[in-house]
């Protein structure tokens, strides 16, 4: 079993990154690939999916992001592509605020979620997510990477933002909306050499 790979992102794709780990090229599957520029260092914790025609890697920069996978992929007609999809469209804390409160019509806007897939994972994982490897207290500190998913969507390279990573930890009591509002004045006083 593959458990982390490290490596220099060499290339990128849609849905993939290859990494170079001392001359040999991984091909990772992720759900943001492009949150991460091409040569930074980086390190992603792995699934290994082995199945008859093919063997693969599922990257996740957050060991909590890989746990959430492993749990989603144990739903009954969710696959690896799709459980990525999904953690790809959406942040920790939403997905298990969503599945908590039963939140039928935000889980139907996910990719591949249709109404008895939503029911389903509210069904397999409602109040699951503390049996997770990380304590339930990690899911207010990974807050700093929610905060950068999103500032990625907004067009910010991963490269960029971890300038500020030091700064937004020292917040990170705010709500996930303040901690963002706050990134973005960081970048913008950055931008202007404040």
Known sequence: ???FVSGIV?????DSLVLDNQGIGY????????????????QL???????????????FLSKLE????????????????TG??????????????????EDIAFLRTLPGVGPKMAS??????RGKFVSTDEPVVNLKNNVVEDVFIAMGDLGFKRSELNSIKTALEEHSDQ????????????????????
């Open 27 to 42: 091909q990772i599957y992720c759900g943001r690939p492009f949150d991460v520029s091409m040569g930074d260092d980086i």
């Open 84 to 101: 990525l999809n999904i953690l790809s469209k959406t942040t920790h804390q939403q997905l298990i605020q969503a599945i908590d409160q």
């Open 120 to 125: 389903q994972m509210i069904l397999d994982l």
């Open 1 to 3: 079993m593959i458990a």
């Open 175 to 194: 709500s996930l909306q303040g901690l963002i509002t706050y990134g973005l004045k960081l970048m913008n006083a950055r931008k202007r050499g404040v």
């Open 66 to 81: 890989l746990n959430l996978f492993k749990q989603i992929i144990n739903v009954k007609g969710v696959g690896p592509k």
């Open 10 to 14: 060499v290339d990128q794709d849609s």
């Open 45 to 59: 914790y792995t699934y290994h999916h082995i199945r008859e025609d093919a063997m693969l890697l599922f990257g």
